[in-house]
């Protein structure tokens, strides 16, 4: 079955350093979508990237979505308190159901 | 609108009772979906529906039931609690030809 991989599970960094998560899929995938969830909380919906290739951005928030649409990666500018919480990418493939990855645990020290 | 909701948000079992985890949304989703989220194992499919009547199995349905007789509601049956279903369970919908799922506050069960 379809495996989405995500590395690394956990990242501690100081305020104003940068951040990047990456997403890897045993399969083509045919969209790829971002979830934040803070701790406690429930996951948030972020983004979806549908094309080969593409780049949204999101304030200090930049996705990307591989040429081969096999893996994508969520990168943060200068991060900020509000940024802790845990990432996941969630990749569909044929199916209308989300494969979710294992998700990348951000603490910001102040 | 309440968005989804789940009901309850804790609970307690002993091994070997059943339950029923409750989800209901108000926002006229067709797609609605469970999920379980473990340590470090991110968030695992247990079952969905595309809409009224019609259920499927995710990527760890044994020892889960579900039904889906309204478009509202989508919930989700333990048939024999085990400690191995200790975990935290989200439901989730999508609107009509959307693709964002909207999350639930999710139910923390611990299985005894």
């Known amino acids: 079955g379809q495996q989405v991989m995500q590395i690394p599970q956990y990242q501690h960094v100081q305020e104003g350093e940068d951040f990047t998560t990456y997403c890897n899929s045993s399969?083509?995938?045919?969209?790829i979508q971002w979830y934040k969830q803070r701790p406690g909380g429930h996951p948030v919906f972020l983004i979806q990237?549908?094309?080969?290739?593409e780049v949204k951005k999101q304030k200090r928030l930049t996705f990307q979505f591989g040429e081969a649409k096999k893996n994508s990666s969520l990168h943060i500018t200068a991060t900020q308190t509000t940024d802790v919480g845990t990432y996941f990418c969630?990749?569909?493939?044929?199916?209308?159901?989300?494969?979710f990855g294992s998700g990348t645990r951000l603490q910001v020290q102040p | 609108n309440a968005g989804v909701t789940q009901t309850p948000k804790f609970q307690v079992l002993k091994t070997g009772q059943s339950m029923t985890l409750q989800c209901a949304q108000d926002?006229?989703?067709?797609?609605m979906s469970w999920y379980r989220q473990d340590p470090g194992m991110g968030l695992r499919l247990i079952h969905y529906?595309?809409?009224?009547?019609?259920?499927d199995q995710g990527e760890v349905p044994n020892g889960y039931n579900v039904s889906r007789s309204t478009t509202e509601d989508f919930p989700l049956r333990l048939l024999s609690a085990a400690p191995s279903q200790t975990s935290v369970y989200f439901c989730?919908?999508?609107?009509?030809?959307?693709?964002?799922?909207?999350f639930g506050p999710g139910t923390r069960l611990t299985v005894t």
């Open positions: 399969t083509t995938l045919s969209n």
């Open positions: 926002m006229n989703h067709e797609y």
């Open positions: 969630a990749g569909r493939g044929g199916r209308r159901a989300l494969t």
């Open positions: 989730a919908s999508s609107p009509p030809g959307g693709f964002e799922q909207y």
């Open positions: 529906s595309v809409g009224a009547g019609i259920t």
């Open positions: 990237l549908v094309k080969s290739g």
